[in-house]
């Protein structure tokens, strides 16, 4: 998505260690136009997978998910990384490790919001080694449902999330695709 | 906003103490079409003020930011409760209790989303003691930014947050403004 790829040369930056800053954009301070836009074209690319809800990782999977959920007309639910007073004490509780924080973290559903039976699609900013939509997959099946389709802003190609995921035999999505980021660059796929 | 209202009639849950469970349709399964509507009801009320950015508090402050920030055409910042790797060292940072955690939680906010002249809109889902909505005042405070004004989904009079807020001299608005909530009860505004 040419938008999105055009926003990531702009105003991206490559930290090194394969870390992308976007957080001027997507995931501290947000381009709401921009975010719409990402939605729009994923609820596109998932128009006929016939999926239920929408599923996602708090916090910054919040933004696209919902998006692209408003573009769907579906509803969307977001794993907690820690459990509010408001849900029931029996849970959906998995542990990824963040990239982020460089640490593991719970994620964790209601049964009231994730029943067996749902096709879900799962959202998120950055397929990077999939081991935070692996975490949401995994919540899926122990609830019984079916995932229908994987949806990202960015994949980060060199961290192996794609291949890690095709046992699934879902299709994956991913708007900006990067192939790698050698030294300060940014190279996206078909450059 | 009868819709909102007429929502938390429907699925909103009155725990005690206090404590009111939407988690259905705001902060954990989210209606994206009823988050676009409030987002739209708080654009049209904040249209005037001459706000340059949304500011929210993550998890459950996002959604209604976004869609707020949206329909105004600013860009929305929310502040993190941990320090991402992406984030300088230097940051904007104070403490706010949280209801649902029932403890202090850090809110950060980068510099570089956060500058000195801008004029801030508070977006948060819940008005209750105003505790969050003032750890927000002191980031864009700090920031040398001015507040011109704060909205939220829902109000819980009884918690006296509006009253603390008053020394700001901004407009507070909010979308679904609850009395009391005695027993099984939940009273509305002029009910």
Redesign the interface.
């Known amino acids: 998505m040419l938008e999105l790829i055009e926003r990531i040369r702009r105003d991206g930056k490559n ?1 090194g260690n394969g ?1 992308l ?5 997507i ?7 921009l ?2 836009a990402c939605g729009r074209e994923l609820a596109k690319r998932f128009a006929n997978i016939g999926a239920t809800k929408v599923l996602t990782a ?2 910054s999977g ?2 696209p998910a ?2 692209t ?2 573009h769907l ?6 794993a ?1 990384k ?1 459990k ?4 029931p004490d029996e849970v959906f509780l998995t542990m990824a490790p963040s990239h ?3 640490r593991m973290v719970d994620l964790i ?2 049964p ?2 994730l029943a067996g039976g749902e096709k879900i699609l799962i959202i998120d900013d950055f397929l990077a080694s999939g081991a935070t939509i692996w975490g949401l997959v995994r919540l899926a099946q122990a609830a019984g449902a079916t995932i229908v389709g994987i949806g990202t802003l960015i994949e980060k190609v060199f961290e192996g999330g794609r291949e890690k995921l095709k046992p699934l035999g879902v299709p994956v999505e991913a708007l900006a695709i990067i192939r790698s980021m050698d030294e300060d660059h940014i190279i996206f796929e078909d450059e």
Chains 1, 2 share one sequence.
């Open positions: 930290l870390i800053k976007v957080d001027g954009f995931n501290h301070q947000v381009d709401p136009i975010m719409d708090e916090i919040i933004a919902l998006t959920a408003y007309g579906l509803p969307v639910v977001y907690r820690s509010p007073v408001t849900m982020t924080k460089g559903v209601s009231e919001y």
